[in-house]
């Protein structure tokens, strides 16, 4: 018997969490203060918008196009979160649509190169937990031969889709937090 009790009790401590929320949508969010940036800005023609659930929840959604040499749509917010050596995870509270996203921090928002984590999506709200030392440095869909994200805070955010196919899409965004 005491043998379950201690099963239990270590399995209860496991599975507490120190995750914190760095960022949460709500119905009174202004997502005004995230910036649309798609492949207009290298002559595309992809459009992507973000609006408010009924529920809360920020709705990123859109079309991607090749044309023009596009494909890509993101959606930005400059926000510094500071970052502790105890926090090694980004944890994002999401549903998607079954289509790969990528996440993106800088370290600085002056810093040309974005670090980049791609993740995939269920079509299902899930937790999903990206290791902060796996964001790789990236410009203009390139990987750089500099090294993984290693700031002390984080000053942007962003999530993009950028699947090398034409494409609608809609990623339900809840939360953004630290573990």
Known sequence: MMKYVLIILILSLSTKSNLEKSYT???????????????????????????????????????????????????????????????????????????????RLKG????????????????????????ISEFYPQFRGRKLNIPNFNFESIEQLSFLIANKQEEDFELLIHWIGLE
């Open 25 to 103: 949508f709500s119905t009174q969010t202004n997502t005004m203060e995230w910036r649309i940036v798609n492949d207009g800005v290298m002559g595309g023609i992809s459009k992507s918008s973000l609006v408010l659930t009924d529920a809360g929840h920020g709705q990123f959604s859109g079309r991607v196009s090749l044309a023009n040499n596009g494909g890509f749509a993101s959606i930005q917010l400059n926000k510094t979160i500071k970052l502790s050596e105890e926090k090694k995870f980004i944890v994002l509270r999401v549903k998607g649509d079954g289509k790969r996203y990528e996440f």
């Open 108 to 131: 600085e928002i002056s810093q040309y190169e974005s670090y980049v984590h791609q993740f995939a999506t269920s079509g299902e709200w899930e937790n999903i937990k990206l290791a």
